[in-house]
């Protein structure tokens, strides 16, 4: 098969087009023939040598796709050849073929091409495990996503204004921001001109953020917390702003805060909180308002599988909003 190759790690320009070996199905897996993939800035930190795959899973890059069951082994119930169906990875779909945990497949949402749901299983299944299934964030709350134009800020910002949470979000430009008030945020703040701190306390008389969702890790660490509210929490999942930061426990501890810091990528295909218990979850409780069009997919555009490290420098220049699919077989 073809694939999105790598000649070391370093910038897109590592990125290639070439032959790859194909997948092997095992017990409890399918192998789909990949339509769409999409691209995550995960993605980007592998290349860089900065996030490397989980102990047995695919080197090749890709963390969702979208396709049709070409082959299903053994121990697997419900699926069959021809299928159609997007996935949550933990590698392998910048390629023409996957192999894929059953648990991780999910049916393309009624009224979703199957192009287009390449751009659900990562965002969603991340911001449902974190924000609503780790933070517990409900109706009334003040909901702060960091980067709300991205793929991940697309969705959170849309299933917590669903939930009845007031949504605050950061962008850097007029138009992002206008984006992400058409899907529900209520305050918005350009980071380039305005500190998000002043400006959330400011549009909630004090209170702060209930829940944050992180993407900047150790460069937001300190104004994420000086944000959270009396017993609020921050749930990092990123690391745009570096590793390593400084935590004040004096300010934690006044304010009763808690501080997560999670990855979905490293969790187990099965049991207790399995990517297949996340993938149930958003099955039961997303996808209905998927196909029912309160909740939409954001695609930026579409490339060629062969041109991904042009998708890459749209992710590192921040050019796009929503997501970047790549199409296989081109």
């Not at 392998?92 to 949402?109: M, S």
């Amino acid at each position: 098969m073809r694939a999105v190759t790598m000649t070391g790690s370093g910038g897109p320009e590592v990125l290639g087009w070439g032959e790859a070996p194909d997948p092997v199905c095992g017990p409890g897996e399918v192998v789909v023939d990949v339509v769409a993939a999409a691209v995550n800035r995960a993605d980007v930190m592998q290349r860089e040598g900065n996030y490397p795959p989980p102990p047995g899973a695919s080197q090749i890059l890709g963390l969702e796709c979208s396709g049709v069951i070409s082959e299903v082994g053994d121990e697997v119930p419900g699926w069959s050849v021809g299928d159609p169906v997007c996935a949550l990875l933990s590698g392998g779909g910048y390629a023409e073929r996957v192999a894929v945990p059953a648990g991780q497949l999910l049916p393309p949402p009624e009224g979703i091409d199957l192009v287009t749901a390449a751009a659900l299983p990562e965002v969603v299944c991340t911001v449902w495990s974190n924000v609503f299934l780790l933070a517990g964030l409900r109706a009334g709350q003040v909901f702060l996503v960091h980067g709300g134009s991205s793929g991940i800020g697309t969705m959170a910002i849309q299933l917590a204004a669903r939930a009845g949470a007031r949504v605050a979000t950061t962008a850097g430009s007029a138009a992002k921001l206008e984006v992400c008030r058409e899907l529900g945020a209520e305050i918005v703040v350009n980071y380039r001109e305005q500190d998000f701190v002043a400006a959330v306390r400011e549009a909630t008389d004090g209170h702060g953020a209930d829940v944050v969702l992180d993407n900047m890790g150790a460069a937001y660490l300190g104004r994420n917390v000086d944000v959270l509210a009396t017993g609020g929490q921050l749930v990092t999942i990123g690391l745009q702003g570096g590793t390593r930061g400084e935590l004040d426990f004096g300010v934690l501890m006044r304010k009763r805060g808690t501080v997560h810091a999670t990855t979905l990528r490293g969790r187990p295909a099965t049991g207790p909180g399995s990517k297949a218990e996340v993938v149930a979850a958003v099955l039961a409780d997303v996808w209905p308002d998927v196909a029912a069009g309160v909740i939409r997919p954001v695609v930026d555009r579409q490339l060629p599988m062969s041109r991904a490290a042009e998708a890459h420098e749209l992710l590192e220049a921040s050019s796009h909003v929503g997501k970047v699919l790549l199409l296989a077989g081109q």
